[in-house]
């Protein structure tokens, strides 16, 4: 069975008007272990639903998302959205060892993980640099870092590379190529680029908007071994 199997899944959101808006409408997607599934679609196709859902962040919905091993909430969930919404004040070490520190991890363990993830990342060498002091790509690569902090059963990424000029962009693909051939992470990955999903994806799950389905999954064959 699937790592995740996402089954029949609707989701209704009441407007400020009182209108009903579809947001999500019987979808299915299987995500294997290790698997990069790429989420693609117009702007209001649910994507963001669809990844709320996943993580645990809303409830409230119809159908079923059976697990192999259920995520704890939170801790086995790691998120990277398009703004890294790194906190200005503390060092990108600081910033990547926040899960830890959360959870009381002030370890030499924890500590040789935050080193670890650093490196993965390309950012030793700014570990004590402040988030202003980064360009947009190395502040993208530090919330990755980050995310990664908890060892995440899986990584969900809500166009991660969105804000970042082309170049940069390009850059951070292979950067991600690499660190999931370092963690077999399994990724959810939105965005609105085809070339992007493509370039990076195992899976392509095209939507629709109004209401929110996928109307095709296409499985790209990619040799990263
Ligand atoms: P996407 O991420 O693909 O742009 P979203 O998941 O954000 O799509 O939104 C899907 C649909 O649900 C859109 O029509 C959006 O306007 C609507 N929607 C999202 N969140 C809410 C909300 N909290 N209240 C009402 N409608 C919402
Ligand atoms: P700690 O280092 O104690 O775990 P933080 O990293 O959150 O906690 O905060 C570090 C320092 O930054 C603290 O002195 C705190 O008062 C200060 N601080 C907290 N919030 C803000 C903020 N929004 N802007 C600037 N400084 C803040």
Redesign the pocket.
């Known amino acids: 069975s699937a790592f995740l199997s996402v089954r029949g899944i609707s989701k209704t959101y009441i407007a400020a008007n009182g209108s009903k808006v579809v947001a999500l409408d019987d979808v299915d997607l299987d995500v294997a272990e290790g698997e990069i599934v790429a989420l693609i679609g117009p702007s209001g196709c649910g994507k963001s639903t669809l990844l709320r859902m996943v993580a645990g962040l809303d409830a409230d919905f119809g159908g079923e998302l059976a697990w192999t091993v259920e995520p704890r909430p939170g801790k086995d969930i790691g998120f990277v959205f398009q703004e890294p919404a790194l906190?200005?004040?503390?060092t990108v070490r600081?910033n990547v060892s926040l899960g830890l520190?959360a959870q009381g991890d002030k370890s030499p363990k924890g500590r040789e993980r935050v080193g670890e993830l650093l490196d993965l990342v390309g950012l030793t060498d700014f570990a004590g640099s402040f988030p202003k002091e980064l360009s947009g790509g190395m502040r993208q690569r530090a919330a990755i870092a980050r995310a990664l902090a908890y060892d995440p059963r899986i990584l969900l990424m809500d166009e991660p590379f969105g804000a970042l000029d082309a170049i940069t962009r390009d850059r951070l693909h292979d950067d991600l190529l690499r660190i999931w051939a370092t963690t077999r992470k399994t990724i959810i990955l939105v965005t609105h680029s085809v070339e992007e999903a493509t370039y990076l994806a195992d899976k392509v799950a095209v939507m629709t908007a109004r209401p929110g389905r996928i109307k095709a999954v296409h499985e790209v064959p990619l040799d990263r071994d």
């Open positions: 906190l200005p004040w503390r600081r520190e």
